[in-house]
């Protein structure tokens, strides 16, 4: 590793869950490969952003809004790996990154126990009208409606990657049944963690709390639609910590509306950040709304910044990890 490499981190290195100080531990590692090159604001436009990156060797990223394209390829001419401070790979353009030889890794694993437990904590307050009796409270008003216990209840996962595997044990350890509809994991691993394989209108039909695990892919775009929540209880909650394209917003929001499901807790939305004049759910109060903060927690955000920076080591190294 006697070359010096530009690395660039293009987002706001401030950022609670990025590194906060030009002197974090974790940057230290990076200097053998010839330091960082830091920003203290997020990209002003897209021209600031190609502006920052065009002579960079490899790129740490956090902003999933930061669209990595054929254009952005072509312009970081030298760019030879992205190391993601994320599981997910949503603004990069994989194929682009075939054609121009740009090996992109992720930190899978990184923070799904903080998203598991925030998936979770929404069960919690949509079962509890925890957030409706905060902002009753606010308003003045001293008001009660029936809640239900988690105890007894069944939990559905659609889809059962890292996150779905550590909610399985989490809802396990509070009472709850735990099924799941996979097309990736096979029964025998299901069982090992737990977990009753179902199919998808079984899922939907028989869970009380129904929590989505898909990758924000084409094939999974609307994967939950008016069909999928036709089939639900009318007691039955929907729980979104993965991608606001997976499920179909105005369908959702119909089903809430006129009671056709009991509620839902939303930590992710068709855009990122969601505009206020884009929110159809800020009017119903059977709805937990949270701004994709699912993953922000210290712990997290400490396995996100090493695995951002091992990444980058082994890659230079020869011998690259959580390639994507």
Known sequence: MARSYRIIIPDDY?????????????????NALGGVELHS???????????????????????????????????????????????????????????????????????????????LGLVFAVFR??????????DG???RVPGREIAGKTLGLLGVGNVGAHLARLGRGVGMRVIAASNQADSGRLADMGIEPVDRQELFSTADAISIHLRGTFENEKAVGAAELSLMKRTAVLINTARGTVVDQRALYDALKDGQIAGAGLDVFHLDPLPIEENLFRELDNVVLTPH??????????????????????????HPENVV
């Not at 009208?129 to 606010?138: E, G, L, N």
Request: glycine share 6%; hydrophobic share 45%; aromatic share 8%.
């Open 41 to 119: 604001t997020a990209p002003s436009s897209r021209a600031d952003f190609l502006r920052r990156i065009e002579s960079a060797d490899a790129v740490i990223n956090l902003l999933s809004r930061t669209s990595y394209d054929e254009e952005a390829f072509r312009c970081a001419r030298n760019l030879k790996v992205i190391s993601l401070m994320a599981a997910g790979v949503d603004n990069v353009d994989r194929s682009a990154a075939r054609r121009h030889g740009v090996t992109v890794c992720n930190a899978a694993g990184a923070n799904s126990l903080s998203v598991a437990e925030f998936a």
């Open 293 to 318: 903060s699912g993953f922000e927690t210290v712990e997290a955000g400490e396995r996100l910044r090493r695995a951002a920076v091992d990444n980058l080591l082994a890659f230079f190294r020869g």
């Open 14 to 30: 401030q950022e609670p869950l990025v590194f906060g100080s030009p002197e974090h531990p974790a940057l230290d590692a990076l």
């Open 141 to 143: 008003r001293w008001q």
């Open 129 to 138: 009208s925890i957030s409706a009796y905060d902002r009753w409270m606010r």
